[in-house]
């Protein structure tokens, strides 16, 4: 497989994701997050300096998208890169920040990935 053909699947694994979450969740609009996957893929692929380990280092850079439209792919990308889960204290979880069922219950009562990225609810996410 080429690196080019590499690239398309990935970026089509991100699409696809964030469409199956949406059509779960019976709630969103899949445009923004279809648009902007390779534009999202190629920051985190290319120059974001981050840690999927460590996702609150120091001097990290981050990913943040404004409108709720695009929390979906923010939540994918933090679950395909395999971002690990970190407490109030900094202190590692060891479990996934997004696992596949948060995103199966995308926007559902009592789901741990609301509409919206919020505050300190997701490692990797807003902070």
């Given amino acids: 497989m080429s690196d080019n053909d590499l690239e398309t699947l990935s970026v089509n694994t991100i699409r696809t994701l964030c469409m199956d979450t949406l059509q779960a969740a019976d709630s969103g609009r899949p445009g923004t997050p279809m648009g902007i996957a390779p534009v999202a893929y190629t920051l985190w692929q290319r120059f974001l300096r981050f840690d999927p380990a460590d996702p609150i280092r120091p001097n990290r850079d981050r990913f943040l998208l404004w409108q709720g439209h695009a929390s979906v792919l923010l939540r994918s990308l933090l679950h395909l890169a395999g971002v690990q889960a970190v407490d109030a204290d900094h202190e590692a979880l060891g479990r996934p920040a997004v696992t ?28």
């Fill in 100 to 127: 596949l069922d948060d995103l199966r219950t995308f926007r559902q009562l009592g789901s741990r990935s609301s509409g919206y990225p919020e505050y300190r609810w997701t490692s990797g996410g807003p902070c």
